[in-house]
């Protein structure tokens, strides 16, 4: 070994010893125990590194400081070469038997990736939770899910847990929800045996955890959690975090923000309609009951933005059912649910319904109505129709548009935005168009 070389291995130490007494021991332990200096020149120094987040890591916090200590490029950057390591054999690394806490398993019977109806609003973060379940630690980490009220992430987040269950064995794997961490923290403190712990946690393959949201506010433990975290994360063990808010949105310290935001950040979404129905029928399958088309449609139009109360609506379906054994029909459906539904339910408004309405009182013919005529009468007429079409017809906009004779949405926007300004001003206007609004209700 050469004197220089000798001097650039110094300068990679001298550097971990500043660090050291900066840091906790903790941190340096989960950072800096991965990382091996493979080679130390003039020109700079070869690190190897579990994976890239410790190089992130390193990077981000400390280029400051090793530019004091290690030799830079030309752009003023330290100049250290990255090498990743590769990942351990299989059988090396074949772990003892799966330990559980209390607190931990057991996952949802119900839960799984079969029972889990795609469509457009979760196809992406169901085939991420699949990717991370067939290949853990390799492909996202961690796999950051976030999401509204019951749109299935606790779903996918067992899910995973069960498919790595059935498929490796052998894999000692966590899932829990933010406030059983908590809590379990706390027993151990109070017991005592926080290292026993972090053993255990540490020594895990995959953690589940869910609801992170509840770690705001509790800082204590948002460090505590960090350093479980960062430790797996530097072994390449898999971790898939559920949230009601993307991480940014999240009040809790840049540091952890930024780890959650290094991996996959997946947003799962409101099923549109004909995923709705699909998860109807199947949960309504999987719970014995029948539901015919028109039914399961008629649910998942009026409940719409929680998968959670579908579900509690075919609960109550299904107990009805069983008292009654009547088939269920629509309008007892519609009976039964009526509480639980979220638009009052109406009959579907159709343009020509409105145009019907709109010539009557106008005494407008209704080829006028879609005309292109521009007199003041028939214009007007017309934007009221448009109004009261862009108000009570549940389509898009363009579709509106396209039924009074092939006008653009833009027209029917400027129509709908007049009237409405009238409407304020105009008492006769305002009690034409309540009348119009019930005839079309009422067919
Ligand atoms: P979150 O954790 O997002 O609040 P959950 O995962 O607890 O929501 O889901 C609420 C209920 O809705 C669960 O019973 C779940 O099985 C069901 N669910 C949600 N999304 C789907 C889906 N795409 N397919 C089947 N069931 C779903
Ligand atoms: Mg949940």
Not at 19 to 48: D, T
Not at 273 to 296: M, P
Not at 422 to 441: G, S, T, Y
């Amino acid at each position: 070994m050469s004197l220089c070389e000798l001097e650039e291995k110094t300068s990679w130490h001298l550097f971990l010893d500043s660090v050291r007494e900066r840091s906790s021991p903790s941190e340096f332990e989960n950072w800096f125990s991965h990382i091996k200096l493979v080679e130390a020149k003039a020109e700079g120094i070869i690190l190897e590194v579990p994976n890239i987040f410790v190089r992130e890591y390193l990077l981000d916090n400390y280029k400051k400081d090793l530019g004091e200590f290690l030799p830079k490029l030309a752009n003023g950057e330290p100049a250290i070469e990255f090498q990743i390591k590769e990942p351990k054999k299989k059988a090396e690394a074949a772990p003892p038997t799966p330990a559980q806490t209390k607190d931990g398993l057991p996952l949802n019977h119900l839960y799984t990736f079969d029972n889990f109806i795609e469509g457009p609003s979760n196809q992406f973060v169901k085939s991420a939770a699949v990717g991370v379940a067939t290949r853990p630690g390799k492909t996202y980490n961690p796999l950051f899910i976030h999401g509204g009220v019951g749109l299935g992430k606790t779903h996918l987040l067992h899910g995973i847990g069960h498919y790595i269950k059935t498929h490796q064995k052998k894999l000692r794997i966590q899932c829990i929800t933010t406030e059983a961490f908590i809590n379990d923290l706390v027993d151990n403190l109070r017991n005592k045996s926080v290292d026993r712990m972090k053993r255990f946690y540490r020594n895990l393959d995959i953690l589940l955890v869910d609801d992170i949201q509840f770690l705001q506010n509790r800082l204590n433990f948002e460090e505590e959690f960090c350093n479980t975290f960062e430790a797996l994360i530097n072994q390449n063990k898999q971790i898939v975090i559920t949230s009601d808010k993307p991480p940014s949105l999240l009040k809790l310290s840049e540091r952890m923000i930024a780890r959650m935001e290094w991996g996959l950040v997946a947003n799962i979404g409101i099923p549109d309609l004909e995923t709705r129905v699909a998860i109807i029928q199947h949960k309504a399958e999987q719970k014995g009951l029948t539901l015919d088309n028109e039914v399961a449609f008629f649910i998942a139009e009026h409940i719409y933005n929680n998968v959670r109360q579908i579900e509690g609506a075919i609960n109550k379906l299904l107990a009805y059912f069983k008292l009654i054994k009547l088939k269920l029909t629509k309008d007892i459906v519609e009976k039964i649910l009526a509480e639980m539904l979220q638009k009052n339910p109406q009959r579907k408004v159709s343009v020509e319904d409105i145009l019907k309405s709109i010539s009557a009182i106008y005494e407008i013919k209704i080829s006028d109505l879609k005309g292109e005529t521009r007199t003041k009468e028939i214009a007007f007429a017309r934007q009221v129709a448009m109004f009261l079409a862009k108000e009570m017809v549940d389509d898009s906009l363009q579709k509106i548009a396209a039924s009074f004779g092939g006008k653009t949405h833009s027209t029917l926007l400027h129509a709908h935005k007049k009237i409405s300004q009238e409407l304020q001003e105009n008492e006769l206007l305002a009690r034409q168009i309540q009348m119009a609004r019930r005839n079309i209700e009422t067919g």
